[in-house]
């Protein structure tokens, strides 16, 4: 069994890069300057727990989605890694995908949103493709181990915890760190998230059997 601080860790790296908190915390005030702070407030709240809910109900079913797929641990780790590893480069260098971000087509939509914490808040800056991925793909790695995926749902609330509290105190966020800051976070992050993503795609490699026990 791992030590609860090895399955700890690279949950919270995995999780704070994909979910990206304070990326979201500046999206939301720049979709949310017309609203009064209660209405900001009502829609971080609800957007996180109906992100929060989506998240953790496809961590929790996981290991029963490949089963009936018929996926292995290794191909989810290995097609898992890839998938966090193209979203990694796309952090490195700042681009917008659709993994961790809104594409254009859905941030135009946004703005004419007057309530955003279904769309886009709760799916997909929080519950997107990327966070839901990971979720599945870090369960799955701690199958077998009650304690491991408590770790891993743990790390997951604690992000999303994260990112309220980020949500609520978006505007101060985004005036302190500004666009630049955003960017030199979101780049180490990135960083961080290829060097998970490689050694997940090494690790299915490993377990696929295709090179010999």
Do not use: W
């Amino acid at each position: 069994m791992e030590p609860i601080i090895d399955v700890a860790i690279p949950a919270l790296t995995t999780f704070f890069a994909i979910i990206g908190p304070l990326d979201v915390a500046a999206l939301f005030a720049a979709l949310t300057v017309d609203q009064t702070a209660r209405q900001k407030r009502s829609m971080a709240i609800r957007g996180t727990l109906i992100g929060a809910v989506i998240v953790v109900t496809f961590a929790l079913i996981g290991e029963i989605l490949l089963a009936g797929l018929g996926i292995s641990l290794a191909a989810l780790r290995a097609s898992g890694g890839i998938l966090l590893l193209l979203m990694g480069i796309d952090m490195v260098f700042a681009r917008s995908s659709g993994g961790v971000s809104t594409t254009d087509d859905e941030e135009q939509e946004a703005i004419t949103k007057t309530d955003i914490s279904v769309f886009p808040l709760a799916t997909p800056l929080i519950a997107g493709p990327g966070a839901l991925g990971a979720a599945i793909l870090l369960m799955a790695g701690q199958s077998g181990n009650t304690t491991g995926q408590a770790v891993v749902i743990g790390s997951l609330l604690a992000v999303l915890l994260f990112t309220l509290i980020s949500l609520l105190l978006a505007g101060k966020i985004y005036n302190l760190l500004g666009v630049t800051g955003m960017h030199v976070i979101t780049r180490v992050m990135g960083v961080l998230l290829c060097a998970l993503a490689v050694q997940f795609i090494f690790d299915g490699v490993g377990q696929s059997g295709l090179y010999g026990p």
